[in-house]
């Protein structure tokens, strides 16, 4: 079973920025596409950036051009580096499995890590 340890969230005002990492345990983590996803209070969950084995990436409109989603396959983490943070960005934000063709679609995923807290005051 994989484990994730999201950190890096925290209280920004809007325009700043913050970098969120997640530490993927186990022999695995080279070999899938990983994502970011967020949860918003009284909203679903949404898949907001995704790397693939192949380093391409992709994502949700609200936060292309301000988010930017790597790897370190050395180091079994993904980090989502966010610019411009605007309020409609607080969320929780976990990292998980994604699909491997780059899309955006959310597969069932059984395990979650517990998430960091991302707040963005106007």
């Known amino acids: 079973q994989v484990h994730l340890v999201e950190s890096g969230g925290d209280l920004v005002q809007a325009g700043g920025s913050l970098r969120l990492s997640c530490a993927v345990s186990?022999?695995?983590?080279?070999?899938?596409?990983w994502g970011w996803y967020r949860r918003a209070p009284g909203k679903q969950r949404e898949l907001v950036a995704v790397i693939t084995t192949a380093h391409i990436t992709n994502y949700i409109d609200h936060v292309k051009g301000r988010f930017t989603i790597k790897r370190d396959n050395a180091k079994n983490t993904v980090s989502l580096q966010m610019n411009n943070l605007q309020p409609e960005d607080t969320a929780v934000y976990y990292c998980?499995?994604?699909?491997?063709?780059?899309?955006?679609?959310?597969?069932?995923?059984?395990?979650w890590g517990q998430g960091t807290q991302v707040t963005v005051s106007s």
């Open positions: 998980n499995l994604a699909r491997n063709d780059g899309s955006l679609y959310i597969a069932p995923l059984e395990y």
């Open positions: 186990g022999n695995l983590f080279s070999f899938n596409a």
